[in-house]
């Protein structure tokens, strides 16, 4: 029983010890040249594209707390109103009350109902059909920045990696471009249940790829993810608050930018 305690006691130690290691900075280690920084002289017109509500809140929060705090102009577009359930309404209104928490203006958020792009495991979307709607948005919100899900999405919902196609569709449709995009990193089951204590890998594989266009960005105030994945009321089950509180999303987020395939 000894050992039993002793071990949840350093467990409890070095969980404060990496949030405290979190808490006292945005990035894991200075990069050069630096992610989004508000000394470059330019605000970013910034578009985070994502399947359902909830994605901004559950995977992206320490991204969009990162540039609020840089004083750049985030935009989301939500493909879907997530109504595999039947909740979809309930939801569209909940992304709002949650953006709210997280300093987006309501009316930079926009939600789409496609009838070809309805939220479900067993629903394709069609990636030429993103492309399109996503390259709309760009040009009527003078987007230079997107932000996405990287080919696994995260959880591997098929929803989630079709949004990826889309935005990889697109950047091979426009190679002269003016805006690039980048893509939230998934991490492995072991690492994305460690809540803070993913720090410590991370910021040895930022190191590594310090001169790769590679950002860790981490999150110093992680009860703004907590509250605002709250105001999704008909998502906030027992396991949603579990996985809130351990995911390793609620505190950091890797970005890598897309590159162009040949």
């Not at 070095?14 to 470059?40: D, E, K, M, Q, T």
């Not at 559950?58 to 989301?76: D, K």
């Not at 889309?166 to 492995?188: D, P, T």
């Not at 890998?201 to 590594?208: K, N």
Request: proline residues 4%; hydrophobic residues 40%; charged residues 20%.
């Amino acid at each position: 029983m000894a050992w039993f305690l002793a071990a949840i006691a350093v467990s409890i130690s070095f969980w404060v010890i990496s949030l405290s290691r979190i808490l006292s900075s945005s990035s894991c280690v200075p990069s050069n040249p630096p992610f989004f920084r508000a000394g470059s002289g330019k605000k970013r017109n910034v578009l985070l594209v994502i399947a359902h509500p909830d994605d901004e809140s559950m995977f992206f929060a320490p991204t969009i707390l990162f540039l609020n705090s840089e004083g750049h102009n985030i935009h989301i577009l939500c493909i879907s109103t997530g109504n595999a359930e039947g909740v979809g309404n309930n939801r569209k209104v909940e992304i709002y009350r949650a953006c709210a928490i997280l300093k987006i203006p309501l009316q930079q958020v926009k939600v789409l109902d496609h009838p070809c792009l309805q939220d479900g495991f067993k629903n394709t979307w069609d990636h030429e059909l993103l492309a399109r709607l996503i390259e709309d948005e760009i040009k009527v919100r003078d987007i230079d920045s997107l932000i996405t899900f990287d080919d696994f999405g995260v959880s591997g919902h098929p929803n989630h990696r079709d949004v990826h196609h889309g935005i990889r569709m697109l950047l091979s449709a426009n190679k002269q471009r003016k805006f690039e995009a980048w893509e939230l990193v998934s991490r492995s089951i072991f690492r994305k249940y460690t809540g803070p204590l993913d720090v410590w890998l991370s910021i040895v594989s930022s190191s590594y790829y310090r001169q790769t266009q590679i950002y860790c960005l981490l999150n110093n105030r992680p009860s703004k993810s907590y509250l605002a994945m709250a105001e999704h009321q008909s998502q906030w089950v027992w396991f949603r608050k579990l996985f809130v509180l351990f995911s390793s999303y609620t505190y950091m987020n890797t970005l890598q930018k897309i590159i162009d395939l040949e």
